[in-house]
């Protein structure tokens, strides 16, 4: 099978669409059509279904999208493996992944510590949850992520190596000039009628336990697309929230922390792949357990 139509399987899904994938490659949408007709005719299954908003993949479609996904991350590399051989090159980018809240701060100081220590380096940052940081480590296209056991939790898996890095307790942040901001660890019964706000289905877990072991429910009222929403809407008194504490030195300035009694705790792990490690692997993990003490 030519890696070209692999691509274009690969963009067809990603953009949801035939038309949308041909203006993006370059091609007609008929060429687009037969592409992927010809991938579906050689593995004997549909790969895509059509309606009227464009297309989505089947069943057969899904399971071929992650193995083509690491297909062409590993093709990809090779290629530049070769350009940089033959233009004698750098070695290939560190390409490093992390969950928002630890790409905020300690990570990149781990990339500046690497680079003052080892000299000039490519590298790249992806910010992304951990499930999703798991799969792109197996898939060929990061070299390190780190990431949380949060819920869902990480799942023990041969084809990568896990290290331990340190355990995260969580805080409660709140707008600059609540009643309990400032003050000692708090109780989680004094925040019982309070309206939290969540980002993530990992936090909102960690949130719920929390407030199930203190006897109260959390009332989590108002959903964030991400980080950055989930302290816009802090800062401007709508709710309160629970984040890593890792996280309490990067924050905006109009919002503050308070510890919390008994606060919930998450474990903070780098994964590899097992096979074929960057060579500035082994410093930046050095670079990253320093940072994190």
């Known amino acids: 099978m030519a890696l070209t139509s692999w691509r274009t399987f690969v963009t067809v899904c990603r953009l949801g669409s035939l038309s949308a994938a041909a203006v993006e490659l370059g091609y007609t949408q008929s060429a687009v059509s037969r592409q992927i007709a010809g991938l579906e005719r050689e593995l004997g299954v549909p790969l895509v279904q059509r309606h009227v908003?464009?297309?989505?993949?089947?069943?057969?479609?899904?399971?071929?999208?992650?193995h083509a996904l690491a297909t062409l991350n590993e093709a990809d590399r090779a290629m530049r493996a070769v350009r940089d051989v033959r233009h004698d090159a750098p070695s290939r980018p560190l390409a490093v992944g992390a969950t928002p809240s630890l790409a905020a701060g300690i990570v990149p100081t781990a990339i500046r510590r690497l680079l003052e220590a080892a000299g000039p380096l490519r590298w790249s940052l992806l910010p992304e949850l951990s499930p999703e940081l798991h799969d792109r480590v197996i898939a060929g296209a990061l070299d390190v992520a780190v990431v949380t056991d949060a819920p869902p939790g990480l799942p023990d898996d041969p084809r990568v190596e896990r290290r331990f890095l340190g355990m995260d307790e969580m805080v409660v942040v709140l707008p600059v000039g609540h009643p309990h901001a400032g003050q000692e660890p708090v109780h989680m019964q004094a925040l019982a009628d309070e309206t939290w706000v969540e980002d993530n289905d990992g936090s909102a877990a960690l949130l719920r336990r929390?407030?199930?072991?203190?006897?109260?429910?959390?009332?989590?009222?108002?959903?964030?697309?991400?980080?950055?929403?989930?302290?816009?809407?802090?800062?401007?008194?709508?709710?309160?929230a629970l984040i890593p504490g890792v996280l309490a030195g990067a924050l905006r300035i109009d919002v503050t922390t308070a510890p919390l009694v008994d606060p919930p705790t998450r474990g903070i792990y780098t994964i590899t792949p097992r096979r074929d490690p960057h060579p500035s692997t082994a410093p930046f993990l050095d670079q990253l357990a320093t940072a994190f003490g």
Do not use: N, Q, S, W
């Open 210 to 240: 929390h407030a199930a072991r203190a006897g109260v429910t959390a009332r989590i009222d108002l959903t964030a697309a991400d980080l950055l929403g989930k302290m816009a809407l802090v800062a401007t008194g709508h709710a309160i």
């Open 53 to 66: 908003r464009g297309v989505r993949t089947t069943p057969a479609g899904e399971v071929f999208l992650h």
